[in-house]
């Protein structure tokens, strides 16, 4: 499958969980689970890997794209463009399914 980024999933972006999602550790896999919304929201529990638990720890609203990016390389090992690239993927799941939005920190 191929997504198409917005354009404003740029590095220099910062993005901040949305505050109607859960997290649920069950048998060892983090699940993310929305709490409110439309019965049709429901679909978007996502089962998060490693990698996908370790961009979605960063997601704090203080870190942007590229600083995400280089905590992915640090701690696998992965090329930094394809860490690029599977962030880019994933914010673009996440923002489709309303469980992060852009922030901006300073207001």
Known sequence: MI??????????KIY???????????????????????????QNIFVLNP???CIWQELDGQK???????SVVAKFDV???????????FIAELLKANLIKEWSPTG
């Open 16 to 42: 901040k969980k949305n505050g109607d999602i859960v997290t649920r550790r069950i048998a060892g896999d983090l699940f993310l689970i929305p709490i409110r919304g439309k019965i049709a929201e429901m």
């Open 64 to 70: 942007c794209l590229d600083e995400i990016r280089k």
């Open 3 to 12: 997504l198409v980024m917005p354009r404003k999933s740029l590095p220099g």
């Open 51 to 53: 990698v996908s638990e």
């Open 79 to 89: 090329e930094e463009k394809r860490a690029g690239s599977d962030i880019r993927e």
